[in-house]
């Protein structure tokens, strides 16, 4: 059974990090592409980065220069580092993995920037 498990979320001060962790099991993880993907109240789910499984990265303009995504195919986890944090970032960041037709997704982890 395929298991993404999101971790990290909490309520943060503007300027302040959090560290993500998706935790994946039943899946041969170095073969994915993950993404974090992120959505506010009201609003439309949106992509924030996405890495290969050679550790190609890409990110939203929105969070280029103060998020980092990682993985470590060791521990079958990708990771979203998040610095320089703003009220704009509150929103439930998901995990998601995609391998031609799989496209799973976490259960999702909330964070909130508020002072």
């Known amino acids: 059974q395929v298991q993404l498990v999101e971790s990290g979320g909490g309520l943060v001060q503007p300027g302040g990090s959090l560290r993500l962790s998706c935790a994946t099991s039943?899946?041969?993880?170095?073969?994915?592409?993950m993404g974090w993907y992120r959505q506010a109240p009201g609003k439309q789910r949106e992509w924030v980065a996405g890495i290969t499984g050679s550790g190609r990265t890409n990110y939203a303009d929105s969070v280029k220069g103060r998020f980092t995504i990682s993985r470590d195919n060791g521990k079958d986890t990708a990771y979203l580092q998040m610095n320089s944090l703003k009220p704009e970032d509150t929103a439930v960041y998901y995990c998601?993995?995609?391998?031609?037709?799989?496209?799973?997704w976490g259960q999702g982890t909330q964070v909130t920037v508020s002072s």
């Open positions: 039943g899946m041969i993880f170095s073969i994915y592409v």
């Open positions: 998601n993995a995609r391998y031609q037709n799989d496209n799973l």
